[in-house]
Every structure is written in structure tokens, then in C-alpha cells.
């Protein structure tokens, strides 16, 4: 054969081959089929769930896609191949995991995949966040409260720790005042400190956040060159972050759960975690709105016109006939002669019954009916490499009180991708706009208090003047002996003090996996904050400080910003492996630095030309202030979590933390911790079928509070005047020690032991836990006496010790499952506070109250609560001269004046009789909520209580007081007339001059605080999706009531009120705060 012939064939099948090589997989690729694939999941009632979590796994292949369930519980896969066969996995929170296996594809358009998920029994899988990660539930081995967002849907409030009330066993939650943005107060297991800071640590998305931000915002106690204050309390710096964000809330409240944040975490922790973008499926869009209004939700009894009239024209005749015995009721006021003993003319018409006079409820005329809206639209979705959640929020709050109103307009951006297999990034965005419009609710009546002035002006007098104008004449009353006082309603309305408030808080982070299991991470996050404050008073108002003047007077301001840069800089490493399945580890270590810088300028100014121009531009600067602070942190920190067989649980941490605010000596400070836990429920051996779930935890663990002034270890210098030179010399400005520093000055440290059962019955139809924990915080921080010599009078030290124990039961259940659906929630705790150590003397803390106005008010003492009130134990009135004769008094001592327990029996009352009476620490606190749904409809009904504790109600010093110079509370009414007529026996005679020392602290202003509280009830309706051809993926349409109302004993507005909430030797006093509104509202939830 020719030998060119066979290499031309053979390159003949060569070509041959390669085309076959090359054209066959291409053909083989064309005739590669694909289909779509749809299908509905459900729970068990047949009602759509949204959210699920769809993967659908080629099992030939090992190929897996995502998708989502939209609202309507539908998902779709546009291009599976077809062949098989498939798995579909169903994964969601609160439901067993579901699987539909076997399933083959074919060309075309397959039926629907569909399957209906059972409602898990077991909590034990829930995802609960911690300190730097997330543990399963059966892994927690310390005390950690967990809210999930829907806890925090439908209520009307602008801040979230509002929705939480009544809901977490061992957490009060004290709304303090009502005020459009106001401050809410948050305690975990009592109070650990008697001087540093007592407000739990907030962390959003890994950000830990300053308690510097109350400070900053220039709300509390601004007093300007005219000695006007304003006492309101601060805006809360925590409204910024809009509930509708908000995923997941979880409270870390034993040492061995909060020990991780070190330093920083003795009064417990508070992770939020906001809401991430979701792999799979059609982006999702939402839209939720709600408005209403808002009302008063509880008036304070007082006189009307004509019974006022009465008490005071009876006050004025006790005190002239005890001033002139010889005198007489008929007297007029030249014969009179003293103010106070003189009858305004004024209320002579009501003396004599005259209707159709003015009545003026002054009450009525400061609060109103007030709108509030709010509305949020978000975004959401995303795809296995990269996903989003976006949303806007617009908030609108009228206060209930003329001029009080708070908006906020805020943008989140979470984001989230994932570069490579190994590595993800991610970034969050949250700018926010506050603006509220203050007033002075919240201070005595001398310095422009509103709600004071209010309560204690004459009904007589009228709100308006006959041509319509505000009637700001002091109300013509002074010359009468009454005290004087500004009309509320101009208060409220024509002094403008406007704070803006622009934060933006951040973050953004990169996770890379080294090796399996293994994962590196750096944050870093930032919270800047900038504060502008603008206040004016105008010339139409009187002064009462520093002198009496009636209006007009000279026009006063100020200026106020500040800023507050917060930045943090974190990084771990985090290894997860299992040794033959059963020894699970997780191990966590990290470095941290953070620092913090504020900065802050106030300026005065007096003597603008008129009312009109505002801008300290157009002012006399008479004072300014600057300032500049930082503090910063640097830390290290580890934890070992061990699983062994998902039975026996342990974890042990260590936070090692180096503060810029302590002495040279202690700038670092370690916190271990440790615990356990045991799944008994696991064990081979249980066989008990009424249990389904059975978990005993036990942890030990020591936390740190360095909330102190910045600079409290080191020596200060301050301004000073010196004189220099011969003769009168001349006056220089230099500066001088103001504060000795303490090298030794430390951590003050709480060390607690949390036993722990969590008790399953039924399948987990009933859900138990309970807690005991004992806490002992030492190195309490306290300003005492040092030697003279040293040229200061007292310096601050770590001496004291307090310890907080208590209980707290859980209790969830399932009452029913069928159609009709009944879920019940409930809670109870109680604490005890104890002093255990003040200094090497023990001597007893008196504090002040009063806003400062009220010398020695409270008493803290060994073998006590912190902050016992102090003063007398009120006995009633004296009925007659005999019952005077019968037992120790003042000398002065007439009928029907004030009668002290003589408590030490030395047959005297003085300063020796004051005693502890009574505590704001309640005995015990409980919350309970009911959700019931049939169909499409839901209601929800929310309760709250606290019980036993006791309030310092300095409202009564004035309008209970007997002495006729402002307007009393109703129960003045029963005073004493005659040792026949001697009334309800516990209200004095009225007198206009004090007698008997009946304005001094005593149990008499001290009231019974507890409170069951309707807090929210709710009802809506989901609509079926089917009515909208699924264009609409989900619309719910709800009614809802916030604070409706309350059951107390309480006189005042609000027994959740606190006016130093801040202070911890100084709690439960109200001195006029702003009242809690009642709030009902119509809102709606749509997806799309």
C-alpha cells in the first residue's frame, strides 16, 4: 500500500476524532434540557409562610440552587436541569426542618413542590446572639432573654426599648416620662453602683456604644446666666435606631454571658441585632405605616375655682387669727395688714357662690390631643454571592403637652458579599436626623417647670386675656401672699428650645476562612454624633430667678454643640471543629481597641433688642464655655465553647481590658468567666415522656463598670484668681489644683453566680426557665473625707460593696394549635439590693433631692437598699390640744397641725426621728402577654406590673401642703376644721404660714408606686394573597393601643417616673414629669 495513501487516511481519522471530540459534547450540551420549578409552602393551618429557605440539591450531580419563599409562601427555580433526581430542603426559624426527595424532572413545566412545615417544639435550635458570635440555644450555659422581631411589631413607640416592657424576666423597663424622644431607663438585676454609671451596655450590629450621649446633648440641668434651668430629662440617644430595623434583641444578664464585654458590662449587655438581606428569590419590598393619636393618659385631681376659693380664704384666716388672736374673719385687709393674711378680692364672687365665673383647669389647657405617624419602606433580597437590606424611615411625634414634638428621618444600609469561597465583606449604613422641640417639664415651678407651674396655679385666673392674648401677668397674685409663677400655656409655647441631633452609625468588616473552620475577622465601626442646641427666652415672660420681676423683661439665650466621635477596631479569630462528631469545639480570640473623643461649646447671651431676632448674633455674650474630653480602651479576650454529644456543655472566657480612665497603678483589669450546662432531656437513660426538654446551667463570673468621669484618677487643674503685687495688687487669672490624683483608683467589680433550669413539657406546649443569681459588686466608688491638710475636703476612692439577688421564672405556653390559636407569655422576678460596705466607718450617704432643691432627701446605709428615701414617719394630725398634750411635738404645735412619729422614743421630734421610709427597689416585677389568631385574625393583649416599690412624690410639698398659696389636690378637700369636724384625719389645717415643719421630707410624700398596666393590645386581619392575584405578596391592616391604662394607687401621673433616672443615690422622686400619653393608632404591614 503506498505510504502516502495510509498517512493520508490516517490523518483523515485523526480529523475525524477531533471534530468528534469537539462537536459531540457541544451536541450533548445543546440536547441538556432545563425546566422551571414553583411550589407553595405552608405551616400547618395552611397559611402561607413567607421567608423559608428552599434548596434544591441534583443528587446525581451534588449541584445545589437557593431560593425564598415570598409573603404569598411561594418560591421558584426559572432553570433546574432536568433529571435527577432532586431533594428539596425546607429550612425556617420556629419549624422543623422539611424535605420532598425523589423527585425526578422532565421537559416542561413540572407540578407544583409543595409541603407544609410543622411548628417546631423545640427551642433549643433557636440562633441566639452573644458577645462576638451566635450559639444555638441547647449551647447557652449562661442567662440570655432573647426578643425577635415580631415581639417589636405593631406598637406605637419611638424607641424600641419601649416594646421590650413586661416582656423579659429580670429587666424593668421604666419609661420615666413621656416626653416626644424621651429617655427610657433599662435595669438588669437591680443596681450595682452608688456613683458610676448604671445603664446597661448597648451594642448594634458589634458597635458598643458610649454613655457619654445623655451628657452631650446639653438636656439636662442648663442653667444660663439668669439662673433660669431647665431640668427635662435628655433625649434618649437610643430612639435613632427604628424598631421596623431591628431582627433580634438578646440580653445578656449574668456575668458568665456578659463577662466577654469585660469592663463594661456589669449592669448586663443588649445586643441588637438589625435585619440582613436574604439569599434567593425575587427581591422583596415593604412598606409599613401606622398613625393615630396620642391623649393625656391620666389627669391629677385638683380643686376646681369654687373649692379652692374656700381652702384659701380658711389658710389666710388661721393664719391672721393665730397671728392676732383678737382678730376676726371680717376683718378686711387694711386691718389685716400682712399679704398673707389678706383676701384677694378675686375670690369673693366664688366666697359667695356666683356661677358663670372663670374655672380654669389649667391641666386642660397644656396637654392636648396629639397626631403621630411613622412609616417605613425597605428593601430586600440578594443572591448566594451577595445580598441587601435598604430601608427609610419618617417618624412624627406631637407632644401632648403645647410646644413638646420630636421627628426623626433615618436610611439603613446592610450590606453583604461574599468575594470568593473564602472570603466576605460587609458594610452597614445607618444616618439618622433627630429634631426636638423641648420643654421644661420636669423641674420645680421657680425655674420655668411647666408641669409645676401648671399644677399649682390658681383656677381663678384665666389662660387668656380678654383680647385673646396669653395672660402673663404673674396673675396678679403676689400681692396677695400666694407664690408666684408663670402661666404654663405661655411657658410651653413661647420659649423655644430646639435640638437637632445627626448621627451616623457604621460599619464595615471583612471574614476571610483560612483553613476549614477557621476564620479571621477585622471591624471596624464608627459613631459619630453632633448635637445643636438653641434656646430662647422671650421679654413677654416674668422671672422668678434670680429675682421677681414681672414681665416684660430682658430677652435671654444660648447655643450649644457638640460632638461625640466613637470608633472601634476589632479583630478574631474564630475556630470551629468537632474531634469524631461528638467533641464539638469553638474558640474564639480577639483584640480590640477602642477610643472615644467629645467636644462641646456653650455660649450666652442677654440683652437682644427684641423678640423677633433669636441668634445670639444679636445678644450681649455675657459667659461661654469649651471642652474637650476622650477615654479609650484597649483589649484582649478568649472563649472556649466544648459540646460534647449535644448533652454536656462548657465555656469558659477571659476579657482583659486597659482603660485610660483609671489610675496608674490598675489600668488594666481581667474578667473571667466560667459555666456550664447539661441536656438531661439527651441522656439515654430519661425516659420520662411528659418532658420533653430538660437543661440545668450554673455559671460563675466576674464583670467591670468604668463608667467614671474621664479624668477621675488624675490631678486637675481649674481656673483660678490669684492677687499679685504690693497694695491692692492686681488681679490675674492663673489656674490651681482642683482635684488630687489617685493612682490606685479602680475597676469597680461584680462577681456572680447564676444557677439556671429550663423544663420542657409536653412536646414543649409548656416552656419553663428559671433563674437564681446572687451579685456582689466591691470596689464601689465613693466621695470621702480626706485630711484637711491635704487642701480638698473629699477625694474618690473604691470602698463600697452591694450585693443584688433574686429569682426569675419564664413561662411560655401553647394553649392551643388548632385553627383557633392561643399563645400565653408570662414573666416574673424579684431582686433584693443591699448595701454591704460604705468605707472602714460604714458611714451612712445622705443625698440631696429635690433636683438638688432638697436637702438630705434620701439614705444610703449598710443593711439597706441603695437610695432609701429619709425623712420623718408621718402620724396624722394632732385632733386636739389634748392629743398635743399627749404626745411630743413642736412647740408651736396647734390643732390639726402635722403629728411625727417619735421613732428613737427620746420623747422629742428633731432631726434624730428621720428614719428609711421606703424604697423605689419594687419587691417584685411581672409581665404577660396573650396572642390569640383564628384565620386571618389576630389579637394581641400585653400586660405590665411592678409591685412594692414606693415614690418620693415632692408634688405633694405644694399641692398638698394645707398652706393655701397655689391650687391642692383634691384630697385637701378632708382637712381638718374643728377637734369636732377634724376631717379624714391625715390633711392639716390650712394655714398660709408653715407650722409644725410640715414641709420637711416625711413618709407623708411618700407613695405606694406599684402599677398593673394595660401596655398594648392589638388587633389586625391578613389579607389571603390569593385576593390579589399574588401582585401583592402580603397586606395586614391592625389596630393598636399603647399605655391605655393603668390600675395604681399612685396619685401622680406616672408610677413609672423617675426624675434623676441617672442618679443612683437619688431614685423615685417626681417633681412634675411629663405624663405618658395614650396612645391608639391604625397601621399597615404590606410586602410586594
Do not use: C
Given at each position: ?268 449587655v443588649v445586643l441588637i441585632t438589625t435585619k440582613k438581606g436574604k439569599t434567593g428569590g425575587l427581591p422583596s419590598f415593604g412598606y409599613s405605616m401606622y398613625a393615630g393619636f396620642q391623649e393625656v393618659s391620666k389627669k391629677i385631681k385638683l380643686m376646681d375655682a369654687y373649692q379652692w376659693s374656700k381652702f384659701s380664704f380658711d389658710a389666710k384666716n388661721n393664719a391672721y387669727l393665730d397671728s392676732k388672736p383678737t382678730g376676726s374673719i371680717t376683718d378686711d385687709n387694711a386691718t389685716r395688714g400682712n399679704s398673707n393674711f389678706q383676701i384677694p378680692p378675686e375670690i369673693l364672687p366664688y366666697l359667695a357662690g356666683q356661677q358663670g365665673l372663670t374655672n ?239 467636644k462641646a461649646n456653650e455660649t450666652y447671651g442677654t440683652g437682644f433688642p427684641n423678640d423677633a431676632v433669636q441668634t445670639l448674633n444679636a445678644a450681649t455674650i455675657t459667659s461661654g464655655t469649651s471642652t474637650e474630653s476622650q477615654w479609650s480602651l484597649l483589649s484582649y479576650l478568649g472563649r472556649v465553647n466544648y459540646n460534647y454529644d449535644d448533652k454536656y456543655f462548657v465555656s ?437
Amino acid at each position: 500500500m503506498d505510504f502516502f495513501y495510509i498517512r493520508s487516511l490516517k490523518e483523515k481519522w485523526r480529523s475525524a476524532i477531533l471534530f468528534l471530540a469537539f462537536v459531540i459534547p457541544l451536541q450533548l450540551l445543546a440536547q441538556e434540557k432545563h425546566t422551571a420549578v414553583t411550589g407553595t409552602v405552608q405551616n400547618e393551618k395552611q397559611e402561607a409562610l413567607p421567608g423559608v429557605s428552599v434548596v434544591a440539591k441534583n443528587e446525581t450531580t451534588g449541584a445545589t440552587v437557593s431560593a425564598q419563599t415570598n409573603a404569598s409562601g411561594t418560591f421558584r427555580f426559572p432553570n433546574l436541569t432536568v433529571g435527577g433526581p432532586y431533594t428539596f430542603q425546607f429550612t425556617s426559624i420556629g419549624y422543623e426542618p422539611g424535605l420532598v426527595a425523589g423527585i425526578t424532572l422532565s421537559e416542561g413545566q413540572q407540578s407544583p413542590v409543595s409541603i407544609r412545615l410543622k411548628e417546631s417544639t423545640s427551642s433549643l435550635n433557636q440562633v441566639v446572639v452573644v458577645g462576638y458570635g451566635v450559639q444555638r440555644r441547647r449551647e447557652i450555659t449562661g442567662a440570655v432573654a432573647s426578643v425577635r422581631a415580631a415581639d417589636l411589631k405593631d406598637q406605637p413607640v419611638t424607641s424600641f426599648e419601649q416594646a421590650i416592657a413586661g416582656k423579659v424576666p429580670g429587666v424593668q423597663v421604666l419609661q420615666n416620662t413621656g416626653a416626644p424622644g424621651g429617655s427610657i431607663s433599662v435595669r438588669i438585676r437591680g443596681l450595682n453602683s452608688i456613683s458610676a454609671g448604671i445603664d446597661p451596655l448597648y451594642v448594634i450590629d458589634g458597635i458598643p456604644l458610649s454613655n457619654d450621649l445623655k451628657n452631650l446633648q446639653g438636656a439636662t440641668d442648663m442653667v444660663n446666666i439668669t439662673g433660669q434651668a431647665s431640668f427635662q430629662k435628655s433625649p434618649d440617644p437610643l430612639s435613632t435606631l427604628n424598631s421596623d430595623d431591628i431582627a433580634s434583641i438578646d440580653i445578656l444578664k449574668d456575668a458568665s454571658s456578659a463577662a466577654i464585654y469585660g469592663s463594661r458590662a456589669s449592669n448586663g449587655v443588649v445586643l441588637i441585632t438589625t435585619k440582613k438581606g436574604k439569599t434567593g428569590g425575587l427581591p422583596s419590598f415593604g412598606y409599613s405605616m401606622y398613625a393615630g393619636f396620642q391623649e393625656v393618659s391620666k389627669k391629677i385631681k385638683l380643686m376646681d375655682a369654687y373649692q379652692w376659693s374656700k381652702f384659701s380664704f380658711d389658710a389666710k384666716n388661721n393664719a391672721y387669727l393665730d397671728s392676732k388672736p383678737t382678730g376676726s374673719i371680717t376683718d378686711d385687709n387694711a386691718t389685716r395688714g400682712n399679704s398673707n393674711f389678706q383676701i384677694p378680692p378675686e375670690i369673693l364672687p366664688y366666697l359667695a357662690g356666683q356661677q358663670g365665673l372663670t374655672n380654669t383647669d389649667w391641666q386642660d389647657a397644656l396637654f392636648r390631643t396629639a397626631p403621630i405617624q411613622n412609616h417605613t419602606l425597605s428593601a430586600s433580597g440578594g443572591s448566594e454571592k451577595f445580598q441587601y437590606y435598604i430601608s427609610g424611615n419618617y417618624l412624627d411625634q406631637q407632644g401632648i403637652i403645647l410646644g413638646s414634638g420630636y421627628k426623626r428621618y433615618g436610611l439603613r444600609a446592610n450590606l453583604t458579599a461574599e468575594l470568593t469561597s473564602r472570603l466576605k465583606i460587609g458594610v452597614t449604613v445607618n444616618p439618622t436626623v433627630d429634631h426636638y422641640d423641648l420643654i421644661n417639664s420636669e423641674g420645680p415651678w421657680t425655674f420655668d417647670g411647666i408641669l409645676s407651674n401648671a399644677l399649682k396655679a390658681s383656677p381663678v385666673y384665666p389662660v387668656y386675656n380678654p383680647d385673646g392674648s396669653l395672660a402673663t401677668n404673674r396673675q396678679n397674685i403676689w400681692a396677695y401672699g400666694y407664690s408666684g409663677g408663670e402661666n404654663p400655656v405661655a411657658l410651653a409655647t413661647q420659649i423655644k428650645d430646639k435640638l437637632d441631633h445627626v448621627r451616623n452609625l457604621g460599619s464595615a468588616w471583612a471574614e476571610y476562612e483560612i483553613i476549614k473552620g477557621l476564620k479571621f475577622k477585622t471591624f471596624f465601626g464608627t459613631d459619630i454624633n453632633h448635637f445643636s442646641r438653641n434656646y430662647f427666652r422671650p421679654s413677654t415672660l416674668g422671672s422668678y430667678k434670680p429675682i421677681q420681676q414681672a414681665a416684660p423683661t430682658i430677652p435671654k439665650g444660648s447655643a450649644q454643640t457638640a460632638l461625640s466621635v466613637n470608633w472601634l477596631w476589632e479583630n478574631t479569630l474564630n475556630y470551629q471543629f468537632d474531634i469524631h462528631g461528638k467533641h464539638k469545639f469553638d474558640v474564639l480570640a480577639g483584640y480590640t481597641s477602642q477610643k472615644n473623643t467629645t467636644k462641646a461649646n456653650e455660649t450666652y447671651g442677654t440683652g437682644f433688642p427684641n423678640d423677633a431676632v433669636q441668634t445670639l448674633n444679636a445678644a450681649t455674650i455675657t459667659s461661654g464655655t469649651s471642652t474637650e474630653s476622650q477615654w479609650s480602651l484597649l483589649s484582649y479576650l478568649g472563649r472556649v465553647n466544648y459540646n460534647y454529644d449535644d448533652k454536656y456543655f462548657v465555656s469558659a472566657s477571659i476579657r482583659s481590658d486597659g482603660s485610660s480612665r483609671f489610675g496608674a497603678n490598675n489600668k488594666w483589669g481581667y474578667f473571667p468567666a466560667v459555666s456550664g450546662g447539661w441536656l438531661i432531656s439527651n441522656e439515654s437513660f430519661f425516659k420520662v415522656k411528659a418532658i420533653s426538654e430538660l437543661k440545668a446551667r450554673v455559671s460563675y463570673g466576674t464583670s467591670g463598670n468604668f463608667q467614671i468621669a474621664n479624668y477621675a484618677a488624675y490631678d486637675l487643674l481649674a481656673s483660678n484668681g490669684y492677687v499679685l503685687g504690693g497694695g491692692a495688687g492686681t488681679a490675674v487669672n492663673g489656674v490651681g489644683l482642683a482635684q488630687p490624683a489617685n493612682p490606685d483608683l479602680t475597676w469597680e467589680k461584680t462577681v456572680q453566680l447564676n444557677a439556671g433550669l429550663d423544663i420542657g413539657l409536653f412536646s414543649n406546649r409548656i416552656y419553663l426557665s428559671a433563674d437564681y443569681y446572687r451579685a456582689t459588686t466591691s470596689n464601689l466608688l465613693l466621695e470621702v473625707p480626706v485630711a484637711l491638710s491635704s487642701g480638698f475636703g473629699k477625694a474618690l476612692k473604691n470602698i463600697g460593696k452591694v450585693r443584688n439577688s433574686g429569682v426569675e421564672f419564664g413561662l411560655n405556653t401553647r394553649n392551643f394549635t388548632g385553627p383557633f390559636v392561643w399563645n400565653t407569655s408570662f414573666n416574673i422576678s424579684a431582686n433584693k439590693n443591699e448595701v454591704l460596705q460604705l468605707g472602714a466607718n460604714n458611714a451612712p450617704i445622705i443625698s440631696d433631692g429635690g433636683n438638688g432643691t432638697i436637702s438630705q432627701l434620701y439614705i444610703t446605709k449598710v443593711g439597706s437598699p441603695i437610695g432609701s428615701y429619709y425623712g420623718y414617719v408621718n402620724g396624722g394630725v394632732f385632733k386636739d390640744q389634748a392629743a398635743i398634750d399627749a404626745y411630743p411635738h413642736y412647740a408651736s404645735t396647734k390643732p390639726g397641725d402635722r403629728r411625727f412619729v417619735d421613732v428613737n422614743d427620746d420623747k422629742k421630734i428633731d432631726a434624730n426621728d428621720r428614719t428609711d421610709i421606703g424604697s423605689y427597689f419594687p419587691k417584685f416585677i411581672w409581665g404577660l402577654s396573650n396572642e390569640f389568631r383564628y384565620k386571618g385574625f389576630d389579637l394581641t393583649i400585653a400586660l405590665q406590673a411592678v409591685n412594692g416599690n414606693k415614690i418620693m412624690n415632692l408634688q405633694r410639698r405644694f399641692l398638698y401642703n394645707s398652706e393655701g398659696n397655689a391650687n391642692q389636690m383634691i384630697e385637701e378637700t378632708g382637712y381638718w376644721k374643728s377637734p369636732t369636724d377634724p376631717g379624714d384625719g391625715n390633711t392639716m389645717r390650712p394655714n398660709r404660714v408653715t407650722t409644725g415643719n410640715s414641709t420637711q421630707p416625711s413618709s407623708f410624700f411618700v407613695e405606694d408606686g406599684s402599677f398593673v398596666r394595660l401596655r398594648n393590645l392589638t388587633i389586625g386581619y391578613t389579607f389571603n394573597q390569593r385576593l390579589f392575584n399574588n401582585k401583592i405578596q402580603g397586606l395586614r391592616v391592625y389596630l393598636s393601643g399603647q399605655n391605655i391604662y393603668t390600675w395604681t394607687d399612685y396619685t401622680g401621673y406616672n408610677p413609672e417616673v423617675n426624675a434623676r433616672p441617672d442618679a443612683p443615690l437619688s431614685q423615685g422622686e417626681d417633681y412634675g414629669t411629663y405624663p405618658l400619653p395614650r396612645t391608639f393608632t391604625a397601621g399597615i404591614n404590606l410586602s410586594f
